[in-house]
């Protein structure tokens, strides 16, 4: 079992950076792919990044393609999202979410593939 811990979340400037990262606890961080969700206020929660256990497969939503970056550090058992560029729309409370797999190169992109989910974090951009 694994716990997950976002920070770095705030209001930001449309136009301007943000960087959020998730901690994870336990010893096998590296044994799970990760990912990246969110959800605004009336709507589901949807798919923004997603990353391999072993860091070398990752894959966008195309609303945040080319402007956010996820990445991660298996010996800080931390997953981080740099977003850059922001824009209104993407406000919303920012999730990390964990899935155990086998594969070191497997991303996930549907919620329910994930099984482990974070408490979340807000993220505004102002206009």
């Known amino acids: 079992q694994v716990q997950l811990v976002e920070s770095g979340g705030g209001l930001v400037q449309a136009g301007g950076s943000l960087s959020v990262s998730c901690a994870a606890s336990g010893r096998t961080f590296s044994s799970y792919a990760m990912g990246w969700f969110r959800q605004a206020p009336g709507k589901e929660r949807e798919f923004v990044a997603a990353?391999?256990?072993?860091?070398?497969?990752?894959y966008y939503a195309d609303s945040v393609k080319g402007r956010f970056t996820i990445s991660r550090d298996n010996a800080k058992n931390t997953v981080y999202l740099q977003m850059n560029s922001l824009k209104p729309e993407d406000t919303a409370v920012y999730y990390c979410a964990a899935r155990n797999t086998a594969t070191t190169r497997s991303y996930y992109y549907s919620l329910y593939d994930y099984t482990y989910w974070g408490q979340g974090t807000q993220v505004t951009v102002s206009s």
């Open positions: 990353i391999s256990r072993s860091g070398s497969g990752t």
